[in-house]
């Protein structure tokens, strides 16, 4: 059994990303594994401002609701981030809530890569929707993904339910009309066979 954190992006409600990370976290809890998720859209997180006053094991010198989510974020396994598709990448949410990963960070005295520090070992997940549905609709999502949390922070990539054509953007969620609950149902409960 694994500890999972799915961090909800979205604005909306019961929208179509929500409707995506419930989907994972049925098939996860089904197949035994602890899941807790944050809906981010009533959280307050502000990005980071690089100050560098956290570094090495200090705190955040910000009072936002990022501070009490950091227990969650180095008990869990998984760190899964579920985002609707904004401007062609990830929501302005989930961005923040990733720079603020800033002040967990350890100092490494040997960092690869060109990192100066280290995180703590997770596996990551991405989940996204979009109204389009083009090849290259998810691609600047995807790289920013592949490059900020795999390739530098270091986390280990589980995969990506990338649901797009799920309807137009006037905010009316119209993914049960695709086969993409279904999919991120058998993502969440395979992730770890």
Request: some cysteine.
């Amino acid at each position: 059994m694994k500890n999972i954190l799915v961090v909800v992006g979205s604005g909306r409600k019961n929208g179509n990303t929500e409707q995506l990370a419930d989907s994972f976290i049925k098939g996860a809890e089904e197949a035994g594994h602890h899941v807790k998720k944050v809906f981010l859209g009533n959280k307050k997180i502000n990005g980071c401002i690089g100050c560098n006053a956290c570094r090495y094991g200090k705190p955040c010198i910000q009072k936002d609701d990022f501070n009490e989510m950091i227990p969650d974020i180095k008990n869990c396994d998984l760190l899964v981030f579920a985002s609707p598709l904004f401007f062609w990448t990830i929501s302005a949410k989930i961005k923040a809530f990733i720079e603020r990963f800033y002040c967990i960070a350890e100092e490494d005295p040997n960092p690869p890569l060109g990192r100066y520090e280290k995180y703590p070992v997770k596996d990551c997940a991405l989940l996204m929707t979009s109204a389009d549905n083009f090849f290259w609709t998810f691609e600047q999502a995807a790289s920013y993904y592949q490059f900020t949390l795999v390739n530098y922070i270091g986390f280990k990539d589980k995969g990506m339910v990338l649901a797009g054509g799920c309807g137009n953007t006037n905010g009316k969620p119209k993914i049960k009309e695709t086969g993409h609950l279904l999919r991120a149902y058998e993502f969440g409960k395979r992730i770890y066979e």
